[in-house]
């Protein structure tokens, strides 16, 4: 097997190099390249930038820090900026947890470091510590309701109202309220890091939040399948079905 014209072109793009024959597993890397930037990277619907986007937020979400590394560069090759970058990192956190997300954001350090990048970069915060709840709540129920209210309300007391209130205050206020990524963006980001994690209780709301905050059908159906090779084909499909099942007059059902 060789690499089709369009995968040598694809990687010579995202890389900056001509695709070298793997040294010990040439046939893995042939059938993966070709799979990736020959296939994957031929359907509609999303650029360039937005693919290694995505590609960064699952491979940090997996935390294969040697591919985000190389993505990271990739992503940087095609027009994303370190800003950018770093918001894509950060809307993880709620997601994967902090010490995942800070294994990540020092990897792209390393990375800006080595590409003369002065750090640390300009800080992006637009909401008040106190002011976090008000700001979350106004991104998170439109897109999901009040079920996490709804559904948490029976924990032992003070949890019922505590977590609630740490998921939108963090997740929401302290994370979607940032500058440079816009809400679309990032719930794109946060539904391919939750297929990452093989999190299928919240894919169905997830789902419904990234087409509400302004994503097409055909563009969460084409993040889903970028991501696809990389995080394996029964954690995107279970998205993907999903996607093709969505109801836009339904409840997202989240946490049911």
Known sequence: MTLTPAARATYTRLFGTEPQRHPTDPEAM????????????????LTDAEREQLTVAVL?????LPQLRAHLNAALNVGLTPLQ???????????????????????????????GVELPLEEAGTVAYEDRETAGAAIQE?????????????????????????????????????????????????????????????????????IKAGNSRQKVTGALVQVLPYIGGPYALSGLVLVAQYDENASSEAYR
């Open 60 to 64: 940090a979400a997996m935390q294969t």
């Open 85 to 115: 970058l770093r918001e894509t990192l950060y809307q993880l956190a709620p997601y994967i947890g902090w010490p995942k997300t800070l294994n990540a954001t020092t990897t792209l350090a390393e990375v800006l470091k080595d590409r």
């Open 142 to 210: 439109p897109l999901y309701g009040t079920e996490v209210k709804e559904v948490f309300a029976s924990l032992p007391e003070p949890y019922g109202d505590f977590l609630p209130h740490l998921l939108t205050a963090n997740g929401f206020g302290d994370v979607e309220t940032r500058g440079v990524l816009d809400v679309a963006n990032r719930e794109l980001v946060s539904l391919v890091a939750i297929a990452a994690l093989g999190a299928a209780t919240q894919l169905k709301p997830h789902v419904a939040g990234a």
């Open 30 to 45: 042939e059938i993966l390249q070709n799979e990736i930037f020959g296939e994957v990277f031929a359907t509609p619907g």
